[in-house]
């Protein structure tokens, strides 16, 4: 038998004041006479032997009174079989997992709930311990200290799910900085209450536990039940303008093991349901952002806006248990208009780019000499139509190179004689190579060849040609390109095989890779009726529209680093994010017009403050919002797979201080982990046995009289 406290053994020294009662009873006895002196000798015999009998009695039970109420606060106990048993004079650290993906029921039941009442439990066990620390994926700062097991139970009643998940590599080494601060060498025990979710556990063959402690795994036996959830929106077309018909594309993934069928899902536009569709969905998505093809479903919604600006959108569907993802946000803006700066040199006389842009109030044109213009310009302009200019150099070149690095769309389009030493390592800068002069003698006349129909299936003329004249013959224009390069993809070809019109990308940066957009011959009448045929509205258009940048719809709190567009940031500005009273002030930094932004974690959030699921405004430092943005929670919670208790033994086979449970469902599941780790305690008996004592004692006083 051994003992928790042994200090209080010392209390055994008291069972000394009964027996110096007892033995040095000073009371002095008088003597009485009576008439029958034979009489009176009879019965004091008897009283005297009588009476010491009941002292010795009454002395032994105030003696074992003493012993086991002594022996009680020492709390005796039968050792374990197992010799990595439990301390409780170490320090305990549990861990409970309040992730998103504990939302998952059973038996009616939410597995936070069956983990918080477990761990109540537990506490009975460690009644007496005040070296008790809690975990949970907030990772606090109140987190990092111990306290009793009262002070813990009351905390555990708050835990309330949190949107960051946190690998158990990263739990661990959280435990471990409180256990190394406070009790370096001892024996410390853990505890982990968690579904093991494949996704968000991180890789546990690389996690090694210190041989000091004692890791306690007990996994929530979590099922893979059905989970649908959002895994991207994107818009049919780069831009969408008002009063016509759009299209999002919404792809679905279901991360349980179960087909789901017709599930309805709704789209929102500024809190009106404006479309529908149903999906079927089979099982498999496994893994976040991993997904096969044949686990999801992509369902198009057709939607139109009255206005423009930015618009709120929802996507809102019912699926049980799993809740936190059953809606997605996003933020579209309807009719951004197209900036195209147009510098020129030798114009041609028709003014074609002019015309082409000045027909449509989508585009914001913009013409200069580009030998007379603010590169400062450069920042508000989607794309830059490069027309006649003889040679690129100096700054016009350096900022024009910056800026598609950035991710601006550039066409060029060529002088009747380009300067080849100037441009040749302008274009080769921007990925363009090999180009080589096709100017005619002097005094000839540029040689017109016809140019080839173009492949129709190429995205870039996917909304051109009508779906009834795919297949048609076209009567198309003719050309005579000035210049030969050899890079590019190509969109349209000469007869002879030479390009007509190619497009490259280069750069990126922070942001998407800028477009370069090259013609092989100057758009005056001597050199083609390009210009002057029916292709020439669409290609141009074209080349606009795709200059602007993708709308991002929205963005998700596990991306570490975001970036979002901002026009003349200054050079000391501070962006805060902004939702009803909560404002948040991310660190943040200012790149080419991109403001990256590092998304704040659970832990890094002031007292009181919580992000949710919706839409934030990105306002400057002047209180002006800047732009919408739509937040979402990351993916992985919402993968439906879960390591089973098995597995974690496989995992943790070489590990003799991690010990494994089937289950916390097991009722009994305090009693056995006591029993195994903790050994039979005795401390309840030597108390009932000391109150035992205490009521034969009184006994013993009131009817031995004598």
């Known amino acids: 038998m051994n003992f928790l406290y042994p200090s209080f053994l010392f209390g055994l020294l008291a069972i000394s004041v009964p027996i110096a009662i007892h033995l040095f009873n000073f009371r002095r006895t008088r003597r009485v006479f009576f008439t029958n002196v034979a009489l009176l000798r009879t019965v004091q015999t008897e009283t005297k032997s009588f009476r010491r009998l009941k002292h010795w009695l009454i002395l032994a039970c105030r003696c074992l009174f003493l012993a086991c109420l002594v022996l009680a606060f020492a709390q005796p106990f039968i050792p374990s079989k197992n010799k990595l048993g439990l301390s409780r004079q170490g320090v305990t650290s549990f861990y409970v997992d309040n992730s998103y993906s504990m939302q998952n029921e059973r038996n009616e039941k939410r597995y936070l709930d069956v983990a918080t009442s477990k761990l109540d439990e537990l506490l009975t066990l460690f009644r007496n311990a005040t070296s008790l620390q809690l975990l949970t994926n907030d990772f606090s700062a109140a987190e990092q200290q111990t306290g009793t097991s009262e002070a813990i139970r009351d905390r555990v009643t708050a835990v309330r799910f949190a949107h960051t998940p946190r690998p158990l590599e990263t739990v661990y080494r ?328 190619t497009h490259s990308r280069t750069g990126g940066g922070t942001g998407s890779p800028g477009n370069v957009y090259v013609l092989a011959s100057p758009l005056a009448s001597q050199y083609g009726n390009l210009a002057e045929h029916a292709l020439f509205v669409p290609v141009m258009y074209k080349m606009a529209a795709l200059s602007v940048r993708a709308q991002r719809t929205a963005y998700s709190f596990d991306d570490n680093l975001i970036t979002v567009p901002v026009s003349n940031p200054a050079e000391r500005a501070v962006y805060k994010l902004k939702r009803g009273k909560l404002e948040i002030i991310p660190v943040q930094r200012i790149v080419n017009n991109q403001l990256v932004l590092e998304m704040p974690k659970s832990n890094e959030l002031a007292a009181g403050q919580e992000v949710e699921a919706g839409y934030y405004e990105l306002q400057n430092g002047q209180g002006k919002t800047e732009r919408l943005l739509a937040f979402n929670h990351g993916n992985q919670e919402s993968a439906m797979n879960f390591y089973s208790a098995d597995e974690l033994r496989r995992t943790f086979a070489n590990q003799p201080n991690v010990e494994v449970f089937d289950s916390v469902q097991d009722g009994n599941f305090v009693q056995v982990l006591e029993q195994e780790n903790l050994g039979k305690s005795l401390w309840k008996y030597f108390l009932l046995a000391a109150l035992a004592f205490l009521l034969i004692e009184a006994l013993l006083v009131r009817l031995m009289k004598g």
């Open 174 to 501: 959280r435990q471990r900085n409180l256990l190394s601060s406070l009790n370096p060498g001892g024996r410390n025990q853990l505890f982990w209450f968690s579904d093991f979710q494949k996704s968000t556990a991180g890789d546990l063959s690389r996690l090694k536990i210190d041989t000091s402690d004692r890791l306690f795994i007990v996994p929530l036996e979590a099922q893979n039940t059905r989970n649908i959830y959002v895994d991207s929106v994107w818009l049919s077309t780069p831009f969408i303008r008002e009063m016509q018909n759009n299209s999002l594309n919404v792809r679905l993934t279901n991360g349980g093991r179960e087909t789901v069928r017709n599930l309805p899902v709704r789209l929102y536009l500024d809190d009106t349901q404006t479309s529908t569709a149903s999906a079927t969905i089979a099982p498999g998505g496994g893994a976040a952002g991993a997904a096969s093809e044949s686990s999801g479903a992509t369902v198009s919604l057709n939607f139109n806006v009255t206005t423009k600006g930015y618009h709120r959108g929802r996507i809102v569907f019912e699926d049980y248990p799993i809740t936190f993802d059953n809606q997605f946000f996003f933020v579209i803006e309807a009719s951004p208009a197209v900036r195209v700066l147009h510098l020129f040199g030798q114009e041609s006389p028709a003014t074609y780019v002019q015309t082409v842009y000045a027909n449509d109030s989508l585009f914001v044109r913009r013409s200069f000499n580009a030998q007379n213009f603010d590169v400062g310009q450069l920042k508000e302009t989607d794309l830059v139509v490069l027309e006649g200019v003889s040679q690129v150099s100096g700054t016009l070149r350096t900022e024009l190179e910056r800026f598609v690095r950035q991710g601006g769309s550039l066409t060029v389009i060529p002088p009747a004689n380009p300067n080849l030493a100037s441009y040749g390592p302008f274009l080769s800068a921007l990925g363009v190579g090999g180009v080589q002069a096709t100017t005619p003698a002097a005094g000839s006349a540029p040689s017109l060849l016809p140019i080839a129909d173009p492949d129709r299936r190429n995205p870039f003329f996917s909304d051109v040609f009508q779906q009834s004249y795919q297949s048609d013959p076209l009567n198309m224009p003719s050309a005579a390109p000035v210049w030969r390069w050899s890079a590019g993809q190509r969109l349209l070809s000469l007869r002879d095989g030479n390009p007509m019109l």
